[in-house]
């Protein structure tokens, strides 16, 4: 089992940065896909970014913008959001998995989520 916590969401201005966290514990998570959803309320959860040893993956929404990032020794993966857009807004979470894919199904361990919330 992995558990998985977010931290790192809040309230920002359009054009601003967040830097989301995700630590996890009970496995290390260096043989994992990592990856960043988010859901806006009303919408289906979305692809936002994954990361394995091969590369990094991102949606055309938020390439240039959005870096994921892991730190294998501190078993943590963040997520460093700049220019950020109102609809960037909507609940973040991590998750790990062992396929590289943006398909949410595939994924085996979530968070709880973090909000993030960008104000125009």
């Known amino acids: 089992q992995v558990q998985l916590v977010e931290s790192g969401g809040g309230l920002v201005q359009a054009g601003g940065s967040l830097r989301l966290s995700c630590a996890a514990s009970?496995?290390?998570?260096?043989?994992?896909?990592m990856g960043w959803f988010r859901q806006a309320p009303g919408k289906e959860r979305e692809f936002v970014a994954s990361?394995?040893?091969?590369?990094?993956d991102y949606p055309d929404s938020v390439k240039g913008r959005f870096t994921i990032s892991r730190d294998n020794a501190k078993n943590t993966v963040f997520l460093q959001m700049n220019s950020l857009k109102p609809e960037d807004t909507a609940v973040y979470y991590c998750a790990a998995g062992s396929i590289r894919a943006p398909v949410s199904r595939l994924y085996h361990y979530w968070g709880q989520g973090t909000q993030v919330t960008v104000s125009s």
């Open positions: 009970g496995r290390t998570i260096s043989g994992y896909t």
């Open positions: 990361i394995t040893w091969s590369g990094t």
